[in-house]
């Protein structure tokens, strides 16, 4: 968690920077954002979702680990709070991804059969 955190604040910090860069730029002038952060912004993202995967694969292939370490494997066991918290974050994640999908849907269906409430027709 320690690892995604501060990947993620970096890649915030590069989008934050290139949006105020963005800013003081004049609007004739063409995009200035350098290669380097695209590439830097890209590669955080590419990590960031490697990383998911594999927490995701180290937290679920584990369906009730050793809460106290034993005698003769000490370093093969976790702590209770912590599996319970990776398992709970899981769940917020996929949940809200599953809401945000049902949402899109939601809204996608109600633009294509033209829902009155969605607003004027102009608007559709």
């Known amino acids: 968690m320690v690892v995604g955190g501060s990947a993620g604040?970096?890649?915030m910090g590069?989008?934050?920077?290139?949006?105020?860069?963005?800013r003081h730029i004049d609007l004739s002038s063409t995009n200035n954002s350098s290669i380097a952060s695209k590439i830097s912004s890209i590669g955080?993202?590419?990590f960031l979702m490697v990383w998911f995967?594999?927490?995701n694969y180290w937290i679920l292939r584990i369906k009730y680990p050793?809460?106290?370490p034993t005698l003769f494997e000490p370093n093969k066991w976790c702590h209770h709070t912590l599996?319970?918290?990776?398992?709970v974050h899981l769940c917020i994640?996929?949940?809200?991804?599953g809401i945000i999908i049902v949402l899109v849907l939601v809204l996608a269906l109600c633009q294509i059969l033209g829902c009155q409430w969605l607003g004027p027709s102009r608007y559709k």
Do not use: C, E, K, P
């Open 9 to 11: 604040t970096v890649r």
């Open 93 to 97: 994640v996929y949940s809200m991804l």
């Open 66 to 68: 050793d809460y106290t």
């Open 83 to 87: 599996y319970v918290f990776g398992l």
């Open 14 to 22: 590069i989008s934050l920077w290139n949006q105020l860069h963005a």
């Open 44 to 46: 955080l993202t590419v």
């Open 53 to 55: 995967g594999l927490g």
